[in-house]
């Protein structure tokens, strides 16, 4: 019960990243607030890049795969710029990361996880970590659609 719990909190807070998804243009991409670097693209790969890091290494997702371009780059290139490769990757990311929920044993919610990023925390608390993190970035996507150029 407590699994199932937990993969609907996350369906649910990812609908602030998914119902921008619906309206972003690849014209969006590209855009930014001065003097703030990243690019609604570069943010939008950001997400997915963190969702899948979490799947691997905190939830324990063996088979997932991921090279965190954003996090190895450290900073916007303008690379990201194509909105269905970038879109592509948001739905494996999302698929990838409420698969590796749905398994995680009810009572295994408070073992804990430990991570150079973050320290050491129960799943858990890094379960809130992934959620905030999709839904701060989501909330700057939002401003930028908004007000950006």
């Known amino acids: 019960m407590t699994t199932t719990l937990f993969t609907q909190a996350y369906s649910e807070a990812r609908t602030r990243l998914t119902t921008l998804l ?5 014209i969006d991409l590209s855009k930014k607030i001065q003097p703030v670097p990243n690019s609604v ?3 939008m790969r950001h997400i997915g890049d963190v969702e899948l890091l979490f799947a691997k290494n905190v939830f324990h997702g063996s088979e997932i795969h991921v090279v965190a371009k954003t996090l190895i780059d450290g900073e916007d290139t303008g690379a990201w710029t194509n ?3 970038i879109n592509t990757y948001l739905q494996e990311a999302d698929h990838s990361l409420e698969e590796v929920l749905k398994n995680q044993p009810d009572d295994s919610w408070s073992e804990l996880i ?4 973050f320290g050491t925390k129960t799943k858990a608390e890094a379960f809130g970590r992934i959620i905030s ?3 701060y970035h989501s909330g700057q996507i939002a401003l930028i659609l908004k ?3």
Not at 22 to 26: D, G, L
Request: proline share 0%; hydrophobic share 30%; net charge negative.
């Open 41 to 43: 693209g570069f943010l």
């Open 83 to 85: 909105l269905e490769e």
């Open 114 to 117: 430990t991570t150079k990023e």
């Open 147 to 149: 007000y950006g150029k």
């Open 22 to 26: 619906e309206i972003i243009t690849e």
């Open 133 to 135: 993190h999709t839904a």
